[in-house]
């Protein structure tokens, strides 16, 4: 006869690599059980660390803290821990793909963590303040920057974070460069005059960038320099004001840029902004027709990976409208030559 025990779940039973499948899914679930897994024994820890550490959000100086602290025996040599922490901590790490720090105040921790991150595709920086770009921390002077090879890049350069002698995008000068498919960038107008606009044709594998502006009035004098210059393999170029302040009317401004005959510029509003003016009615359709939105860079988020894509999609339908507007001149014009 059988015992209820003979009808128990015995999970030890699969094939090792089954449950090591099953594991690696349910570590990389959003919500439950994530870095539960990472608890259950030290060989399912082996198992999921590379997933939990694909993706890593560093939001504030705390969580920035307690990475730098993980990963204490890559950073240094002295490391106390003994040598079975430096290999699970190497084995965890080399697997992440994306890093982005939040508002991290401690620069010399991102730098330190950056420099054992060299194989990151993704890498986003949305604070360094004035203060922090000390001339040992800028790109040109500290070694890290050209160790790195991102496919992804979002910089903030408001606070002069590249030496004198990098405000250009020449790869060969900053090989940080040289792999970039998607750029984010952030300019005050100071800044932006200070680049070196007609080397962005040596991106060659740039497919979309963005151009972040604070202010409004600087969105037509950007887009007219970049514009001469964008590399043939750029799909799409984006100005986003949605952290812009605005001193005139922001309509008379985004129109005659999105109607260049340039279809790969793009302006980027502000969401809630786009979606007031959605909500006026036929007086707000202009905002579908010349704008996407986003949500301002400045906040405790990651990329906001979509932006790409609805950039892509407005492109799509700008060109789709505008073949549809050119077929239906022809249309006329071929009709008023046909005799009565």
């Known amino acids: 006869m059988a015992t209820p025990s003979d009808d128990k779940f015995c999970f030890k039973a699969f094939p090792v690599d089954l449950m090591r499948s099953i594991f690696e899914a349910a570590a990389e679930d959003e919500h439950k059980p994530n870095w539960g897994c990472a608890r259950v024994s030290k060989a399912v820890h082996s198992w999921v660390a590379p997933r939990l550490y694909r993706h890593v959000f560093v939001r504030d100086d705390q969580i920035l803290s307690l990475l730098h602290r993980t990963l204490e025996p890559l950073l240094k040599t002295s490391c106390s821990r003994p040598e079975y922490d430096f290999q699970r901590v190497q084995h965890a790490w080399r697997g992440v793909q994306t890093i982005h720090f939040g508002h991290c105040g401690n620069f010399d921790f991102v730098l330190e963590i950056l420099s054992v991150s060299s194989t990151v595709s993704s890498i986003m920086i949305i604070q360094w303040s004035r203060e922090a770009a000390r001339d040992d921390t800028r790109v040109g002077v500290h070694p890290v920057w050209d160790a790195l090879r991102p496919k992804k890049l979002y910089l903030p350069v408001y606070g002069m974070l590249f030496s004198p002698t990098r405000r250009h995008f020449c790869p060969t000068d900053t090989p940080m460069f040289a792999n970039l498919t998607h750029f984010e960038v952030l300019f005050g107008r100071r800044e932006a005059r200070a680049w070196k606009w007609a080397s ?55 129109q005659p840029i999105t109607r260049e005959k340039n279809d790969r510029v793009v302006v980027a509003i502000d969401k809630d902004w786009y979606l007031e ?36 999609a407005f492109i799509s339908r700008r060109r789709k409208e505008r073949l549809r507007q050119a077929g239906d001149g022809l249309a006329i014009g071929v009709s008023s030559t046909i005799p009565q």
């Not at 009615?281 to 906040?299: L, M, Q, Y």
Request: charged letters at 20%; aromatic letters at 8%; hydrophobic letters at 50%.
């Open 200 to 254: 962005l044709a040596q991106l060659h594998n740039l497919t979309h960038m963005s151009i972040i502006v604070l202010a409004g009035a600087d969105c037509i004098a950007l887009s007219a320099e970049a514009l001469q210059h964008f590399p043939p393999s750029l799909l799409a170029f984006i100005i986003d004001t949605s952290s812009a302040r605005w001193i005139s009317n922001p309509r008379q401004i985004i």
């Open 277 to 312: 003016e959605l909500a006026a009615g036929e007086e707000g359709k202009w905002v579908e027709r010349d704008a996407i939105w986003r949500v301002p860079i400045f906040g405790s988020r990651g990329a906001d990976e979509g932006l790409w894509a609805r950039a892509d």
